[in-house]
């Protein structure tokens, strides 16, 4: 991705990186931190894309996954490799879980050809017996026919090796919250570990999430549109940990990530560094949520882990700023652009679109843009919609013929249809000027280009 690099957010990851180098006491990881720690400082002075490629390189599976050891608690693996996991860890809460509530919306939100294509995979991660045999039961009671059909898979890993690198288990040298942390990243190690020859694809989700219907379908064509673009991590969810995507050929660089960075720092954050490590340098995070909280008062410890407020999903009306239209779409049907950004019963029609055709934006003046929407189209019949084509944003300085610059890549339309979130780079705030739709393929019948939603964030435009 040729996005610009988050230079404060760094900087301030490099000095946390190097205090804590400062007083490791494991040798080899000490290493491998330093090799990540002066990545990082190259990346700011250099922005060659070339270090990522030794982070790539660099990233082997971790001893402690190399020999870790797993126990089937229910279930069986299934027997061809499926396009999803859907990942969960749990551990025993002391005021009761939602383990169950989660794997049953899993299920009651999937139709059963969606079932076909994922399996639930999920960790039991606590040492006690007694707990894990009676989570088990309870699964294997409830789930009966999931498990027989090889749709859910219940496990329990203990890591490889001993002792954890710093002393995970020796309370002494370590503070509430690094344990916490260490644990967590220990648990999401060792289930991605697992589950990264069951798939293509990993979804990460905590035992506490209910889902939206049909989850499995939106990430399919969303995964479908993004196939040929650049991405580490797709978001489904404003949650921290739940709702996000990878490819499971990231998993085992992103376990030895988690595993080399254990006491450090929450696993939430280190996602982020991780995507940025390899070259995605804003979330990308889609539109609506498809994964919800039941609740946080569980989360163990609320000194280590801010409440989570999750994002409103009712944005209200779009505020849809005065703009001018630049296309060089052919308009037919006597419409006119604008007629998708302010005519609620009308549309934007054209025919013959190839490559390149493009339909911009430009507001008056540069606005801190929240969420983007386009719609194209019709209804459920998928008749006049626009297949291939992506939405882009666009920066000032504004060119004599009235469109901007610089743009980058928000992301593809997905079924014909674009809706997501918009982030911006720490230390790079910058206000959008345009926001430009790019058709990437031909289409060889006319299209409706239906309507366009812009949420822009109050306070300074
Ligand atoms: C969470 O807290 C609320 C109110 O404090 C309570 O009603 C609810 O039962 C709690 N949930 C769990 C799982 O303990
Ligand atoms: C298992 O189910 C039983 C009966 O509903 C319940 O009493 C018990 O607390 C459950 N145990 C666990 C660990 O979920
Ligand atoms: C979620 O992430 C935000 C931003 O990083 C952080 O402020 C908050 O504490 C996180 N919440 C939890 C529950 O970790
Ligand atoms: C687009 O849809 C939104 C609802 O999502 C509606 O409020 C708005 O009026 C529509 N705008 C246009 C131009 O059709």
Not at 293 to 321: D, H, I, M, R, V
């Amino acid at each position: 991705m040729d996005e610009m690099i988050p230079v404060d957010l760094l900087l301030q990851l490099c000095f946390f990186l190097h205090e804590k180098i400062q007083n490791v006491e494991h040798k080899l990881l000490l290493k491998e931190k330093e090799k990540v720690w002066q990545i990082l400082v190259q990346q700011i002075s250099s922005e060659s894309k070339n270090h990522l490629e030794t982070f790539k390189e660099m990233q082997q599976r971790s001893p402690l996954l190399q020999h870790a050891k797993y126990k089937v608690l229910a279930g069986a693996p299934p027997q061809q490799k499926k396009l999803l996991t859907v990942g969960i860890s749990s551990v025993q809460h002391p005021r009761g879980s939602y383990l169950l509530d989660t794997l049953q919306s899993v299920f009651e939100a999937s139709s059963e050809p969606e079932q076909k294509s994922i399996v639930v995979l999920v960790h039991l991660s606590d040492p006690d017996p007694e707990w894990l045999r009676q989570t088990a039961a309870n699964i294997s009671r409830l789930f009966a026919p999931h498990i027989d059909a090889r749709k859910l898979l219940v496990i329990h890993g203990l890591p490889g090796g001993s002792p954890l690198p710093g002393n995970l288990n020796d309370a002494s040298h370590t503070s509430p919250c690094e344990a916490l942390y260490s644990r967590q990243k220990v648990d999401y190690a060792l289930l991605m570990n697992f589950a990264s020859s069951l798939s293509d694809y990993f979804l990460l989700m905590e035992d506490h999430v209910h889902c939206s219907p049909k989850f499995v379908s939106a990430i399919y064509w969303a995964l479908s549109a993004w196939e040929k673009l650049p991405w580490v991590i797709l978001e489904f969810s404003s949650l921290n940990i739940s709702g996000k995507v990878f490819r499971t050929s990231d998993l085992s660089r992103l376990t030895s990530f988690f595993l080399l960075f254990l006491k450090d720092i929450p696993a939430h954050l280190l996602l982020s560094k991780f995507s940025f490590l390899l070259g995605q340098t804003v979330p990308i995070s889609l539109a609506p949520n498809l994964f919800h909280s039941w609740g946080y008062n569980f989360t163990a410890k609320n000194t280590c882990y801010q409440e989570e407020g999750e994002e409103e999903e009712n944005l209200g009306k779009p505020n849809n700023p005065p703009a001018s239209f630049f296309t060089n779409m052919m308009s037919t049907g006597s419409t006119i652009p604008e007629y998708a950004y302010f005519m609620s019963e009308s549309y934007f029609q054209t025919q013959y679109l190839m490559p390149g055709h493009k339909y911009t934006v430009v507001f008056d003046k540069p606005h801190k843009v929240s969420h983007i929407k386009f719609l194209t189209g019709m209804g459920k019949q998928r008749i006049y919609y626009l297949q291939q084509g992506q939405v882009e944003l666009g920066y000032e300085p504004v060119l004599e013929n009235n469109v901007c610059a610089r743009y980058s890549l928000l992301g593809p339309l997905v079924k014909g249809k674009f809706y997501q979130k918009v982030y911006y780079e720490e230390g790079f705030v910058e206000a959008v000027k345009c926001v430009r739709l790019l058709v990437t393929a031909p289409h060889d019948y006319t299209v409706w280009i239906r309507n366009i939603s812009i949420w822009i964030k109050s306070g300074k435009g």
